[in-house]
Nanobody
Framework: QVQLVESGGGLVQPGGSLRLSCAAS????????MAWYRQAPEKQRELVAA???????NYKDSVKGRFTISRDNAKNTVYLQMNSLKPEDTAIYYC???????????????WGQGTQVTVSS
């Protein structure tokens, strides 16, 4: 099973920047996809950005050009650089990993505990 530890959230003014990190550890053969989701109060959790082991990237439309997802496969770590932050980016941000397990068929998923991002003046 994979454990995910997130860091980097906080309070920032509109137009500011934050960088989130998520490190994966545990027993797995390969992490297929790492992603960031977010959930604002009274809203459903939504995908913000995802990156595959091969470098394929997908972004939510509203963050394109402002957020950048990257991944260090050697460290099993994913990053989310968030620039030009807006109040509507305020949410709890969750890291997600989809992975394979040794001698097991299928793809498994794990979630981090979440980190709060608040954009406010």
């Amino acid at each position: 099973q994979v454990q995910l530890v997130e860091s980097g959230g906080g309070l920032v003014q509109p137009g500011g920047s934050l960088r989130l990190s998520c490190a994966a550890s545990g027993s797995f053969s390969r992490i297929v996809t790492m992603a960031w989701y977010r959930q604002a109060p009274e809203k459903q959790r939504e995908l913000v950005a995802a990156i595959t082991s091969g470098g394929g990237i997908n972004y939510k439309d509203s963050v394109k050009g402002r957020f950048t997802i990257s991944r260090d496969n050697a460290k099993n770590t994913v990053y989310l650089q968030m620039n030009s932050l807006k109040p509507e980016d305020t949410a709890i941000y969750y890291c997600n990993a989809e992975y394979n397990r040794w001698q097991r068929v299928g793809v498994y998923a794990s979630w981090g505990q979440g980190t709060q991002v608040t954009v406010s003046s």
